[in-house]
Protein backbone atom coordinates (compact mmCIF):
# COMPACT_ATOMS: atom_id res chain seq x y z
CA UNK A 1 0.00 0.00 0.00
CA UNK A 2 1.33 3.61 -0.25
CA UNK A 3 1.75 3.20 3.73
CA UNK A 4 5.40 1.95 2.55
CA UNK A 5 6.32 5.13 0.68
CA UNK A 6 8.74 6.58 3.15
CA UNK A 7 8.02 10.59 3.57
CA UNK A 8 11.23 12.50 2.68
CA UNK A 9 13.24 14.10 5.34
CA UNK A 10 12.16 18.11 5.52
CA UNK A 11 14.30 20.44 3.27
CA UNK A 12 16.49 22.61 5.82
CA UNK A 13 16.62 25.86 3.68
CA UNK A 14 12.96 26.06 3.65
CA UNK A 15 12.20 24.75 7.06
CA UNK A 16 14.45 27.76 8.12
CA UNK A 17 12.55 29.58 5.43
CA UNK A 18 8.88 29.30 7.16
CA UNK A 19 10.79 30.01 10.45
CA UNK A 20 11.93 33.14 9.32
CA UNK A 21 8.50 33.87 8.15
CA UNK A 22 6.87 33.58 11.44
CA UNK A 23 9.70 35.46 13.04
CA UNK A 24 8.64 38.86 14.27
CA UNK A 25 11.95 40.59 15.53
CA UNK A 26 12.09 43.77 12.89
CA UNK A 27 16.35 43.21 12.16
CA UNK A 28 15.64 39.28 10.88
CA UNK A 29 17.93 38.59 8.55
CA UNK A 30 17.45 35.12 6.80
CA UNK A 31 20.88 33.98 5.63
CA UNK A 32 19.63 30.08 4.92
CA UNK A 33 18.82 30.37 1.41
CA UNK A 34 21.02 31.56 -1.63
CA UNK A 35 18.95 34.22 -2.78
CA UNK A 36 20.28 37.91 -3.76
CA UNK A 37 18.58 40.79 -1.93
CA UNK A 38 18.50 44.73 -2.22
CA UNK A 39 19.71 47.43 0.55
CA UNK A 40 16.04 46.90 2.04
CA UNK A 41 16.43 42.88 2.17
CA UNK A 42 13.84 42.50 -0.61
CA UNK A 43 14.07 40.36 -3.72
CA UNK A 44 15.42 42.90 -6.73
CA UNK A 45 13.14 42.41 -9.80
CA UNK A 46 15.50 42.77 -12.67
CA UNK A 47 15.18 46.26 -14.69
CA UNK A 48 15.30 44.13 -18.17
CA UNK A 49 13.11 41.33 -16.53
CA UNK A 50 10.16 44.13 -15.95
CA UNK A 51 10.64 45.00 -19.19
CA UNK A 52 11.14 41.76 -21.05
CA UNK A 53 7.60 40.72 -19.27
CA UNK A 54 6.23 43.91 -20.26
CA UNK A 55 6.58 42.76 -23.81
CA UNK A 56 5.87 39.56 -23.64
CA UNK A 57 2.49 40.70 -22.26
CA UNK A 58 1.93 42.47 -25.59
CA UNK A 59 3.06 39.93 -27.78
CA UNK A 60 0.10 38.96 -29.89
CA UNK A 61 1.92 35.67 -30.39
CA UNK A 62 2.17 34.11 -26.92
CA UNK A 63 -0.66 31.41 -27.16
CA UNK A 64 -0.06 29.01 -24.76
CA UNK A 65 0.56 26.72 -27.53
CA UNK A 66 2.33 23.46 -26.53
CA UNK A 67 6.55 23.43 -26.84
CA UNK A 68 8.67 20.51 -28.18
CA UNK A 69 9.29 18.06 -25.87
CA UNK A 70 13.02 19.35 -25.31
CA UNK A 71 11.20 22.91 -24.78
CA UNK A 72 11.39 26.30 -26.41
CA UNK A 73 14.77 25.95 -29.10
CA UNK A 74 15.35 29.77 -29.23
CA UNK A 75 15.47 28.80 -24.56
CA UNK A 76 17.89 26.13 -25.17
CA UNK A 77 20.06 27.39 -28.26
CA UNK A 78 20.74 30.75 -26.42
CA UNK A 79 21.15 29.16 -23.20
CA UNK A 80 24.12 26.71 -24.57
CA UNK A 81 25.23 29.82 -26.64
CA UNK A 82 25.66 31.92 -23.12
CA UNK A 83 26.97 28.95 -21.46
CA UNK A 84 29.46 28.16 -24.14
CA UNK A 85 30.31 30.71 -25.74
CA UNK A 86 29.20 31.83 -29.74
CA UNK A 87 32.19 30.51 -31.40
CA UNK A 88 32.18 27.48 -29.12
CA UNK A 89 33.42 24.18 -31.33
CA UNK A 90 31.15 22.55 -29.53
CA UNK A 91 28.34 23.93 -31.07
CA UNK A 92 30.22 25.20 -34.40
CA UNK A 93 29.97 21.34 -35.04
CA UNK A 94 26.65 20.69 -33.65
CA UNK A 95 28.03 18.42 -30.68
CA UNK A 96 25.60 20.05 -28.26
CA UNK A 97 22.08 18.28 -27.43
CA UNK A 98 19.77 20.72 -25.16
CA UNK A 99 16.63 20.04 -22.85
CA UNK A 100 15.03 22.93 -21.03
CA UNK A 101 14.22 21.69 -17.29
CA UNK A 102 13.04 23.05 -14.25
CA UNK A 103 15.86 25.41 -13.38
CA UNK A 104 19.09 24.55 -11.93
CA UNK A 105 17.81 21.40 -9.68
CA UNK A 106 15.51 19.88 -12.78
CA UNK A 107 18.52 20.14 -14.62
CA UNK A 108 20.74 18.28 -12.04
CA UNK A 109 18.12 15.34 -11.49
CA UNK A 110 18.00 14.96 -15.57
CA UNK A 111 21.51 15.24 -16.25
CA UNK A 112 21.69 12.85 -13.05
CA UNK A 113 19.06 10.15 -14.52
CA UNK A 114 20.71 10.55 -18.37
CA UNK A 115 24.14 9.24 -16.75
CA UNK A 116 22.38 6.45 -14.31
CA UNK A 117 20.86 5.18 -17.32
CA UNK A 118 23.68 5.52 -20.30
CA UNK A 119 26.52 6.09 -18.85
CA UNK A 120 29.04 3.68 -19.35
CA UNK A 121 29.49 2.25 -15.80
CA UNK A 122 31.15 -1.00 -14.83
CA UNK A 123 28.90 -3.96 -15.35
CA UNK A 124 27.76 -5.23 -11.67
CA UNK A 125 29.43 -2.59 -9.87
CA UNK A 126 26.93 0.14 -7.64
CA UNK A 127 27.10 3.50 -9.83
CA UNK A 128 29.66 5.69 -7.85
CA UNK A 129 30.06 9.56 -8.55
CA UNK A 130 32.11 12.72 -6.68
CA UNK A 131 30.82 15.87 -5.37
CA UNK A 132 33.51 18.18 -3.66
CA UNK A 133 33.13 18.21 0.19
CA UNK A 134 31.10 20.26 0.71
CA UNK A 135 28.52 20.50 -1.76
CA UNK A 136 24.96 21.71 -2.57
CA UNK A 137 23.14 19.88 -0.12
CA UNK A 138 20.60 18.72 -3.00
CA UNK A 139 23.24 16.69 -4.68
CA UNK A 140 22.45 13.90 -2.55
CA UNK A 141 19.34 13.66 -2.49
CA UNK A 142 19.05 14.22 -6.72
CA UNK A 143 21.58 11.20 -7.39
CA UNK A 144 20.60 8.86 -4.81
CA UNK A 145 17.30 9.44 -6.14
CA UNK A 146 18.61 8.08 -9.39
CA UNK A 147 20.22 5.29 -8.22
CA UNK A 148 23.90 6.61 -8.17
CA UNK A 149 26.01 6.39 -4.63
CA UNK A 150 27.54 9.86 -4.18
CA UNK A 151 31.27 10.10 -2.61
CA UNK A 152 32.53 13.20 -2.04
CA UNK A 153 36.58 14.48 -3.06
CA UNK A 154 39.05 16.94 -0.93
CA UNK A 155 38.06 20.19 -1.30
CA UNK A 156 37.62 23.12 1.20
CA UNK A 157 40.27 23.31 3.36
CA UNK A 158 39.47 24.94 6.67
CA UNK A 159 43.18 25.60 7.86
CA UNK A 160 43.36 28.14 4.98
CA UNK A 161 39.56 28.78 4.67
CA UNK A 162 40.53 27.78 1.13
CA UNK A 163 41.02 25.12 -2.02
CA UNK A 164 42.56 22.12 -0.60
CA UNK A 165 43.96 21.90 -4.38
CA UNK A 166 46.68 19.47 -3.65
CA UNK A 167 44.68 17.16 -2.23
CA UNK A 168 41.85 17.92 -4.72
CA UNK A 169 44.27 16.88 -7.75
CA UNK A 170 45.12 13.55 -5.81
CA UNK A 171 42.08 12.48 -5.27
CA UNK A 172 41.29 13.10 -9.15
CA UNK A 173 44.19 11.17 -10.48
CA UNK A 174 43.88 8.16 -7.66
CA UNK A 175 40.08 7.90 -8.74
CA UNK A 176 39.06 4.91 -11.02
CA UNK A 177 39.48 6.07 -14.62
CA UNK A 178 35.90 6.78 -16.41
CA UNK A 179 35.20 8.84 -13.00
CA UNK A 180 32.03 11.07 -12.70
CA UNK A 181 32.92 14.63 -10.75
CA UNK A 182 30.64 16.57 -10.05
CA UNK A 183 32.47 20.26 -10.09
CA UNK A 184 30.56 23.65 -9.44
CA UNK A 185 31.37 25.71 -12.97
CA UNK A 186 31.72 29.21 -10.68
CA UNK A 187 30.72 30.55 -7.24
CA UNK A 188 31.23 27.47 -5.57
CA UNK A 189 28.38 26.49 -3.26
CA UNK A 190 28.46 26.41 -0.02
CA UNK A 191 32.33 27.60 0.52
CA UNK A 192 32.63 30.80 -2.16
CA UNK A 193 35.88 29.11 -2.67
CA UNK A 194 36.73 28.77 -6.57
CA UNK A 195 40.10 26.86 -8.54
CA UNK A 196 41.96 29.47 -10.18
CA UNK A 197 42.46 29.37 -14.01
CA UNK A 198 45.50 27.73 -13.48
CA UNK A 199 43.98 25.46 -10.64
CA UNK A 200 41.41 24.62 -13.33
CA UNK A 201 43.80 23.53 -16.22
CA UNK A 202 45.81 20.99 -14.39
CA UNK A 203 42.29 19.69 -12.85
CA UNK A 204 41.34 19.43 -16.50
CA UNK A 205 44.80 17.77 -17.67
CA UNK A 206 43.77 15.16 -14.85
CA UNK A 207 40.53 14.85 -16.36
CA UNK A 208 41.57 13.97 -19.84
CA UNK A 209 44.46 11.87 -18.63
CA UNK A 210 41.99 9.62 -16.33
CA UNK A 211 39.39 9.61 -18.97
CA UNK A 212 37.02 11.00 -16.08
CA UNK A 213 33.35 12.76 -16.50
CA UNK A 214 32.28 16.00 -15.41
CA UNK A 215 28.47 17.44 -14.46
CA UNK A 216 29.23 20.78 -14.22
CA UNK A 217 26.50 22.61 -12.03
CA UNK A 218 26.38 26.08 -13.04
CA UNK A 219 23.79 28.04 -10.96
CA UNK A 220 25.87 31.29 -11.10
CA UNK A 221 27.10 32.46 -14.21
CA UNK A 222 27.36 36.41 -14.16
CA UNK A 223 27.29 36.30 -10.22
CA UNK A 224 30.93 35.61 -9.39
CA UNK A 225 32.73 38.31 -11.22
CA UNK A 226 29.77 40.36 -12.95
CA UNK A 227 30.63 39.14 -16.15
CA UNK A 228 29.44 36.31 -18.27
CA UNK A 229 32.12 35.58 -20.44
CA UNK A 230 34.48 35.32 -17.32
CA UNK A 231 32.47 33.40 -14.70
CA UNK A 232 31.62 30.20 -17.69
CA UNK A 233 35.74 30.54 -18.65
CA UNK A 234 36.76 26.58 -16.64
CA UNK A 235 33.39 25.39 -18.82
CA UNK A 236 34.73 26.53 -22.09
CA UNK A 237 38.39 25.19 -21.55
CA UNK A 238 36.49 21.58 -20.86
CA UNK A 239 34.96 22.27 -24.15
CA UNK A 240 37.69 23.40 -25.75
CA UNK A 241 39.89 20.49 -24.63
CA UNK A 242 37.87 17.69 -25.65
CA UNK A 243 36.56 16.70 -21.88
CA UNK A 244 33.61 14.66 -22.40
CA UNK A 245 30.87 16.52 -19.88
CA UNK A 246 27.15 18.28 -19.21
CA UNK A 247 26.16 21.62 -18.27
CA UNK A 248 23.14 22.12 -15.45
CA UNK A 249 22.41 25.86 -15.73
CA UNK A 250 19.61 27.87 -13.80
CA UNK A 251 18.74 30.76 -14.28
CA UNK A 252 17.26 31.58 -11.07
CA UNK A 253 20.31 33.60 -9.87
CA UNK A 254 21.25 35.53 -12.78
CA UNK A 255 18.10 36.27 -13.67
CA UNK A 256 16.72 37.14 -10.64
CA UNK A 257 14.16 33.97 -11.61
CA UNK A 258 14.14 32.04 -8.36
CA UNK A 259 10.31 31.11 -9.12
CA UNK A 260 9.36 30.70 -12.42
CA UNK A 261 12.40 27.60 -12.51
CA UNK A 262 14.38 28.88 -15.96
CA UNK A 263 16.75 26.60 -16.72
CA UNK A 264 18.38 23.84 -19.29
CA UNK A 265 20.74 20.71 -19.55
CA UNK A 266 23.33 20.35 -22.19
CA UNK A 267 24.96 17.44 -22.76
CA UNK A 268 28.43 17.63 -24.98
CA UNK A 269 29.65 14.64 -25.92
CA UNK A 270 33.52 14.75 -27.13
CA UNK A 271 35.25 15.56 -30.58
CA UNK A 272 34.06 13.55 -33.28
CA UNK A 273 30.74 11.94 -31.33
CA UNK A 274 27.55 13.80 -33.19
CA UNK A 275 24.81 15.28 -31.16
CA UNK A 276 21.88 12.80 -31.49
CA UNK A 277 19.98 15.96 -30.99
CA UNK A 278 18.45 14.98 -27.48
CA UNK A 279 16.00 17.06 -28.68
CA UNK A 280 11.33 30.43 -22.13
CA UNK A 281 10.92 33.00 -24.24
CA UNK A 282 13.17 34.92 -25.86
CA UNK A 283 14.60 38.17 -24.37
CA UNK A 284 16.06 38.96 -27.65
CA UNK A 285 17.28 42.71 -27.75
CA UNK A 286 17.76 42.80 -24.58
CA UNK A 287 20.73 41.25 -23.78
CA UNK A 288 22.88 44.35 -23.24
CA UNK A 289 20.10 45.48 -20.56
CA UNK A 290 20.59 41.71 -18.78
CA UNK A 291 24.40 41.96 -18.87
CA UNK A 292 24.42 45.36 -16.89
CA UNK A 293 22.04 44.19 -14.30
CA UNK A 294 24.57 41.24 -13.61
CA UNK A 295 27.04 43.65 -12.89
CA UNK A 296 24.92 45.44 -10.38
CA UNK A 297 23.68 42.20 -8.41
CA UNK A 298 27.87 41.32 -8.79
CA UNK A 299 29.09 44.91 -8.10
CA UNK A 300 26.66 44.99 -4.95
CA UNK A 301 28.04 41.81 -3.70
CA UNK A 302 31.56 42.27 -3.68
CA UNK A 303 30.99 45.71 -2.31
CA UNK A 304 29.62 43.92 0.53
CA UNK A 305 32.32 41.99 1.23
CA UNK A 306 34.49 44.62 1.12
CA UNK A 307 32.68 46.58 3.84
CA UNK A 308 32.15 43.88 6.10
CA UNK A 309 36.26 43.43 5.91
CA UNK A 310 36.28 46.78 6.59
CA UNK A 311 33.93 47.04 9.45
CA UNK A 312 35.50 43.77 11.09
CA UNK A 313 39.31 44.72 10.55
CA UNK A 314 39.38 48.61 10.56
CA UNK A 315 36.46 49.90 12.69
CA UNK A 316 35.69 46.68 14.57
CA UNK A 317 39.52 45.34 14.87
CA UNK A 318 38.41 41.72 15.26
CA UNK A 319 41.36 39.52 16.02
CA UNK A 320 42.42 36.88 13.17
CA UNK A 321 42.71 37.29 9.49
CA UNK A 322 39.38 38.10 7.45
CA UNK A 323 40.85 38.04 3.92
CA UNK A 324 38.91 35.29 3.02
CA UNK A 325 36.01 37.32 2.93
CA UNK A 326 37.18 39.24 0.02
CA UNK A 327 38.83 36.39 -1.36
CA UNK A 328 36.01 34.24 -1.57
CA UNK A 329 33.08 34.54 -4.70
CA UNK A 330 29.75 35.15 -5.34
CA UNK A 331 27.26 34.64 -2.18
CA UNK A 332 28.54 31.86 0.26
CA UNK A 333 31.23 31.08 2.33
N1 LIG B 1 23.24 23.92 -8.02
C1 LIG B 1 23.77 24.72 -7.09
C2 LIG B 1 25.21 24.59 -6.76
C3 LIG B 1 22.96 25.66 -6.44
O1 LIG B 1 23.49 26.45 -5.51
C4 LIG B 1 21.59 25.75 -6.80
C5 LIG B 1 20.70 26.74 -6.13
N2 LIG B 1 20.83 26.91 -4.78
C6 LIG B 1 21.11 24.90 -7.78
C7 LIG B 1 21.96 24.00 -8.38
C8 LIG B 1 19.68 24.85 -8.24
O2 LIG B 1 19.06 26.04 -8.32
P1 LIG B 1 17.64 26.27 -8.98
O3 LIG B 1 16.92 24.98 -9.03
O4 LIG B 1 17.01 27.26 -8.07
O5 LIG B 1 17.94 26.83 -10.32
Known amino acids: TWESVPLAPPDAIYKLTY ?7 PQKVNLGVGAYRDDNNKPWILPVVKKATERLLQDPNLDHEYLPITGLPEFTSAGARLVLGPDSPALLEGRVSSVQTISGTGANHLGALFLSRFYQWEEGVQKVAYVSDPTWVNHFQIFRGVGIELKTYPYYDPATIGLAFEKYLAFLKAAPRRSVFVMHACAHNPTGVDPTREQWTQ ?14 DCAYQGFASGDLDNDA ?7 KRGAPLLICQSFAKNAGLYGERVGALHIIPPDGERAQSAGARSASGLFEEWKVDIKTMAERIIAMRKELHRLLTEELKTPGNWDHIVNQIGMFR
Open 233 to 239: WAVREFV
Open 203 to 216: IADVVLERAHYVFF
Open 19 to 25: AYKDDTY
